[in-house]
């Protein structure tokens, strides 16, 4: 029995975490030809995009040390996997601020992502012409509850 829970676990949270990705990393132009214009202050694609300290590999270890993989299973969500969407800026100074879920499946899931990204560490943010401008990321996790035998 203790054998098939852990297998479970680790099921769990290798579907999580080997499907956790990027979804994308929107960015929109801030400025018009004449440079005048500023919609947003967000950070175009030419210019550098805000990243976390040590790149994607540390972004990705530090949500699965802030995440629990098992929340969903531990809630009672039907058998699945559930693809929760959350949206969030990172500001001038490298702050997380904004997060929000596209996605609403519940059981914890959401929340537990929210909380995670309210937490996190300052990241080194997108710069417009060599000033540090708001950036907004689009991020996917992946949460998959097993059958149960």
């Not at 950070?43 to 976390?52: E, L, M, Q, R």
Request: charged fraction near 15%.
């Amino acid at each position: 029995m203790l054998q098939m829970i852990i297998k479970r676990s680790i099921l769990a949270s290798a579907l999580l975490f080997l499907h956790c990705y990027l979804l994308q990393a929107q960015t929109a132009n801030t400025t018009n030809n004449d440079s005048t214009n500023k919609v947003n202050n967000v950070s175009s694609a030419g210019d550098v995009d805000a990243t976390f300290p040590g790149g994607f590999d540390a972004w990705f270890s530090y949500l699965r040390k802030s995440i629990d993989p098992d929340i969903a299973t531990k809630n009672g969500a039907p058998t699945g996997t559930y693809k929760v969407t959350v949206g969030f800026t990172i500001g001038p100074d490298g702050s997380v601020t904004g997060a929000k879920a596209a996605t609403n499946f519940g059981y914890g899931m959401e929340s537990a992502v929210i909380k995670a990204f309210k937490r996190s560490p300052k990241w080194i943010p997108a710069k417009q012409n060599g000033k540090n401008v708001i950036a907004y990321k689009v991020q996917a996790l992946v949460f998959a509850v097993p059958k149960k035998k």
